[in-house]
């Protein structure tokens, strides 16, 4: 029997890393139900030292998964620990993941330390660590730079004083698969008590290379792998859960260990959850849950498929999902029915005025849309859920886009109860409405992105958008959807504006400041 492969997950913590996909409490705790679903072993639910928001949201997750472990990251410093260790007090099974720099660029330009100091905290914090739980992860950050005797010896220490998991990150993604695959090894083999620990891999994807890394360390002896979902993650992002998970599945010839505990077909889903919470689209062509993925196009290809499958496909879209998006509610469905199915993809309203508000949006859209799909039903979900906290927000729009004449666009919105309307000219009916709103609220910010994509297929299908604005060096994602998507634009927008206005300072767990 081969091994199983451990799927640590960090689509919460890392993921959230990218500027602009800061998720709310209750947006981490959906998402970590949806990989409760999928039967991932680990969550990083967050940083809980970040601010009052982000220990919040840890200790939510943990107080709602019952199946998986839920992990809180934290820094070699005791006030780090403490903080996560209450965090993930309420969980079935709680980690803490702890972690120092130990490559000499970021020992000496960051740190400021020297080695066989990093080498004490790092002893230090695990042993803390481990007043709060058994179960103890230590990465020595940077590691992929990092003298591999100095590794040894940290790590090596480490193990005792507790540290169950040994995670090497390759931070900056500077590694390539046969050297890293090679790095991994050779821990194992020089690290006298190697055997007491599983080997962990944490790879980004500055070069593109975050999967191959990955999946390099495996064939080496590592038994867990970090990853997010759609590769979210800190710049280039984080090697994607959805690769690493179908290539050993996929290849179990050559994998010495095995994914077979996780439900696959939780995959696509997953990802259409976390691309609309975050407002990171998936580009077509992307592994396993891209739109493309699985769409023969070429006439030889399509024959070839049609005779057999496996002429020109490895893997079932159904293993990952794909066919699931079934049409589960229409016009005349009722409150149980909606509040039933939202239940089986992890949405729990807190009240009944919650779920009668949801229930009011879902009949508004289903007047538009005979067909309601699941992804229907989560982006509803996500925009009701975060219009609750929101000041801003949309009365009326209308727009008039002509040939020949130029759009204007006339905007009503409620400000902490109080109406404010304002109208523009502007290039095209959606920068029209942004410069009618910025004729309001004069923020300042930059669109740094604006995009568009279908929620489900067909003309009548919603456009879900996504604006991204930075204001005053912040960055942040508002998503809207609607099936008219110059309104949807504008709620996006709005979206973005209520984020800067609740904006709170948070810690970054790799900037150095302490
Ligand atoms: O990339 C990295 O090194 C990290 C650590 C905190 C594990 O995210
Ligand atoms: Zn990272």
Known sequence: MSDQLIIFDTTLRDGEQSPGASMTKDEKVRIAKALERMRVDVIEAGFPIASPGDFESVHAVASSIKDSTVCGLARALDKDIERAGEAIKPANSGRIHTFIATSPIHMQMKLRMEPDQVLEQAVAAVKKARQFTDNVEFSPEDAGRSDPDFLCRVLEAVIDAGAGTLNIPDTVGYNVPAQFGSLIKQLRERIPNSDKAVFSVHCHNDLGLAVANSLSAVMNGARQVECTINGLGERAGNASLEEVVMAVKTRKDIFPCNVDHLDTTQIVSASRLVSGITGFAVQPNKAIVGANAFAHESGIHQDGVLKNRETYEIMRAQDVGWSDNRMVLGKHSGRNAFKTRLKELGVEFDSEAELNEAFARFKELADKKHEIYDDDLQALVTEAMESENENIRLVALKVCSETGETPHANITVNVNGEEHTSSSDGGGPVDAAFRALEAIFDSGSELLLYSVNNITSGTDAQGEVTARLKNKGRIVNGQGA?????????????????????????????SGDV
């Not at 504008?490 to 609740?502: F, G, P, W």
């Open 482 to 510: 609607d099936t008219d998507i110059v309104i949807a634009s504008a709620k996006a927008y709005i979206n973005a504006l209520n984020k800067i206005q609740a904006d709170a300072p948070r810690a970054h767990p790799q």
